[in-house]
Nanobody, 123 residues
Framework: QVQLVESGGGLVQARGSLRLACAASGRTFSSYGGGWFRQAPGKDREFVAAIAWSGSTFNADSGKGRFTISRDNAKNTVYLQMNSLKPEDTAVYYC?????????????????WGQGTQVTVSS
């Protein structure tokens, strides 16, 4: 079992920055792939970024050039650095983990999920 806890969400003005953190406990997280998804009211859960156990990263087009995913295996933590935030980035952000993230953009790939952290970007 892997337990995930997100932190770092909040209210920020447009063009501001936030860094989300996803702390994992339970099994050794270094062998898992990690992902970030978001869900706005009335919308489906949307892929944001993913990072494989090897360190390879994948980004949705919506965040390219603005969002950076990284991991610190010593701290069992995955991060999402978000810069140049826009009001349309407002959503609940979830982190997730899976043994294999070959289909990294698909929520069904991930077995473990955090409870989410709210990000609100004001215009």
């Amino acid at each position: 079992q892997v337990q995930l806890v997100e932190s770092g969400g909040g209210l920020v003005q447009a063009r501001g920055s936030l860094r989300l953190a996803c702390a994992a406990s339970g099994r050794t997280f270094s062998s898992y792939g990690g992902g970030w998804f978001r869900q706005a009211p009335g919308k489906d859960r949307e892929f944001v970024a993913a990072i494989a156990w090897s360190g390879s990263t994948f980004n949705a087009d919506s965040g390219k050039g603005r969002f950076t995913i990284s991991r610190d295996n010593a701290k069992n933590t995955v991060y999402l650095q978000m810069n140049s935030l826009k009001p349309e980035d407002t959503a609940v952000y979830y982190c997730a983990a899976a043994n294999s993230i070959r289909r990294y953009a698909t929520p069904e790939t991930y077995r473990y999920w955090g409870q989410g952290t709210q990000v609100t970007v004001s215009s």
